[in-house]
């Protein structure tokens, strides 16, 4: 059997303020998103006993 070499590279970013400014708004949307749907998935629990499948929530994404 053959070994296998796992290498990893890193590289340092230096993105424009701008970039930065884009990431940032990106990382605070999924926040929220993310956010939002596990309080939904607490509150569907809390309401019937029952939790949200990953499926049923990806299915309402396009709405948010």
């Known amino acids: 059997m053959a070994s ?3 290498r990893a590279f890193k590289y340092r970013l230096y993105p424009i303020k701008a ?3 884009s990431l940032d708004t990106t990382l605070t949307l999924c926040q929220r ?3 939002g749907m596990l309080e939904e998935r607490r509150g569907a629990y ?5 939790s ?3 499926y049923d929530q990806m299915k309402s994404l396009p709405e948010v």
Do not use: D, S
């Open 4 to 6: 296998t070499t796992l």
């Open 19 to 21: 970039q930065v400014t």
């Open 46 to 50: 809390q309401k019937a006993g029952k």
């Open 52 to 54: 949200l499948t990953a």
């Open 33 to 35: 998103l993310h956010n």
